[in-house]
């Protein structure tokens, strides 16, 4: 059993910067991919970053530039730095990881509850 928590959301001004953390807790062999969904209101969830154990990082169109995630494997922690931030970032933050735990052969996706960012027009 695992648990993600996620941390930083919040209501910032256009051009604006947050920091999102989450932390994966629990016994935990190792973890693959880290990274961040979002979904905005009325829009389905999609891929906003991950970063590979290898530490390869990966962007939506819209993010790239502007976002950075990052990840602490010794903390099993991933962040995600927002700068310059816009209307249509408003969406609800996701944190998932790809997590074997430790006993099991298999990895397997997990999710956060989810941070509110939002970002005012």
């Known amino acids: 059993q695992v648990q993600l928590v996620e941390s930083g959301g919040g209501l910032v001004q256009i051009g604006g910067s947050l920091r999102l953390s989450c932390v994966a807790s629990?016994?935990?062999?190792?973890?693959?991919?880290m990274g961040w969904y979002r979904q905005a209101p009325g829009k389905q969830r999609e891929l906003a970053a991950f970063?590979?154990?290898?530490?390869?990082?990966n962007y939506a169109d819209s993010l790239k530039c502007r976002f950075t995630v990052s990840r602490d494997n010794a903390k099993n922690t991933v962040y995600l730095q927002n700068n310059t931030l816009k209307p249509e970032d408003t969406a609800v933050y996701y944190c998932y990881a790809s997590i074997k735990s430790t006993g099991s052969r298999n990895y397997y996706d997990n999710w956060g509850q989810g941070t509110q960012v939002t970002v005012s027009s």
């Open positions: 970063v590979t154990s290898g530490g390869t990082t």
């Open positions: 629990g016994i935990i062999s190792s973890i693959a991919r």
